[in-house]
């Protein structure tokens, strides 16, 4: 029965060292970014306590990417967003979101170089990220209703429920949906009324 790969262990010893378990040698970040590039996952670990310190050398990776001539993916003002989240309210949704939004964007690559082939320059580039930036929070932001207890309605929702009335039976109509909801409504409040006096 076949069964999925497990991440390659790399240990960081005191002397920064990292070391392959797998091909027991010695490896640089350099050979760890390779790693990621070709896809092979690991995992990386202090030699000495243990401790998992996977994120932190991937992001030392980062660091020495972005040190490279002509090669930093990092635009400034988005870092200097990144740092206003931390502390932020809505620090706990940014993760979700960057995973979600690079997730999907791999996904979607090779239609992105498509498009940037066929039209060339760097504003078709621009304008085909931008479209799956708009793509990528719309379907984040619908992700994120799902997940909601009392979702907020929608311009289009609010249109589906209320249709525009143009003659006397779109009145009648109407005037049923508005009875009907009143109706729900005053369901609502006696059930609260009855739960408050058991609580009470």
Known sequence: MAT????????KYANRRLYHTGTSTYVTLEDLAGMVRQGEDFIVFDAKSGEDITRSVLTQIIFEEEGKEGQSLLPVAFLRQLI?????SMEALVPSYLEFSIENFTREQQKLREKMAQSFGPAAAFHAIEEQVRSNMA?????????????????EDERRVVPP?????????????????QARLDALVGRKGEQDKSGG
Do not use: H, N
Request: glycine fraction near 2%; proline fraction near 6%.
């Open 84 to 88: 206003r989240f931390y502390g932020d």
């Open 139 to 155: 379907m984040f932001s619908e992700a994120l209703r799902l997940f909601t207890p009392f979702p907020q309605k929608t311009a």
């Open 4 to 11: 999925d790969k497990q991440p390659t262990v790399i240990k």
């Open 165 to 181: 009335v143009t003659d006397a039976s779109d009145l009648e109509v109407l005037k049923k949906q508005m009875a009907d909801m």
